[in-house]
């Protein structure tokens, strides 16, 4: 198994501006948000229906409701509401766009490799780990054209790596990991668009 590392990827790959990445890193993680998270106004808070104590006399600031914000119990004032969408709008050009600049990075800083096959028979572990150390670095995004199960098994468990089959390749992720290791088919298909 020959591993081969690329510094220079074609022309098209050349000279993208990097704020390409960031908006499409901000759409993708904006993307990933639950959105959730719900706090209940005053008006959502139960009871608080009466005036806890008459208006004058008492020598206290007046009260309408003990649900207020300010009181223990009270609603929220400007909390976080589930009815909010959190998605964003990327366009399918802007992420090609994004997804060439990092992995252009990558081959500049020569750590873009290109290996004949990524296949794992035995869906060790411990093979899964001899076949990272030969490339020697901090953690890995393996890409691979098609994922059996064995790749998958024994890749799994490694806590510096993340498998992941060509088509599932994002801007995001190759940005993410130090090194990228691509099976010499997942490249080509990367390259061609």
Same mark, same amino acid.
């Given at each position: 198994?020959?591993?081969?590392?690329?510094?220079?990827?074609?022309?098209?790959?050349?000279?993208?501006?990097?704020?390409?990445?960031?908006?499409?890193?901000?759409?993708?993680?904006?993307?990933?948000?639950?959105?959730?998270?719900?706090?209940?106004?005053?008006?959502?808070?139960?009871?608080?229906g009466k005036k806890?104590?008459?208006?004058?006399?008492?020598?206290?600031?007046?009260?309408?409701?003990?649900?207020?914000?300010?009181?223990? #119990? #009270?609603?929220?004032?400007?909390?976080?509401?589930?009815?909010? @969408?959190?998605?964003?709008?990327? @366009?399918?050009?802007?992420?090609?766009?994004?997804?060439?600049? +990092?992995?252009?990075?990558? +081959?500049?800083?020569?750590?873009?490799?290109?290996?004949?096959?990524?296949?794992?028979?035995?869906?060790?572990?411990?093979?899964?780990?001899?076949?990272?150390?030969?490339?020697?670095?901090?953690?890995?995004?393996?890409?691979?054209?098609?994922?059996?199960?064995?790749?998958?098994?024994a890749f799994r468990?490694?806590?510096n790596a993340y498998?992941?089959?060509?088509?599932?390749?994002?801007?995001?992720?190759?940005?993410?990991?130090?090194?990228?290791?691509?099976?010499?088919?997942?490249?080509?298909?990367?390259?061609? #668009?």
């Amino acid at each position: 198994m020959s591993i081969e590392k690329v510094t220079q990827l074609p022309e098209d790959f050349q000279g993208i501006n990097s704020h390409n990445l960031y908006l499409y890193a901000k759409a993708y993680l904006a993307n990933l948000r639950a959105g959730t998270a719900h706090t209940k106004t005053r008006a959502e808070v139960s009871g608080g229906g009466k005036k806890p104590f008459r208006q004058k006399g008492t020598g206290r600031a007046r009260q309408g409701s003990i649900r207020v914000p300010i009181h223990v #119990g #009270g609603g929220v004032a400007h909390g976080p509401r589930k009815d909010r @969408n959190w998605s964003q709008k990327i @366009n399918k050009k802007q992420k090609r766009v994004a997804l060439k600049y +990092a992995l252009n990075e990558k +081959a500049e800083n020569e750590a873009l490799f290109v290996v004949d096959t990524i296949k794992i028979e035995s869906g060790k572990t411990k093979d899964a780990i001899a076949f990272l150390n030969q490339i020697n670095s901090r953690d890995y995004l393996v890409v691979v054209d098609t994922l059996d199960e064995k790749t998958f098994l024994a890749f799994r468990n490694v806590k510096n790596a993340y498998v992941i089959e060509a088509s599932e390749l994002n801007a995001y992720d190759a940005a993410s990991f130090y090194s990228i290791v691509i099976e010499k088919s997942a490249f080509d298909k990367v390259i061609k #668009g």
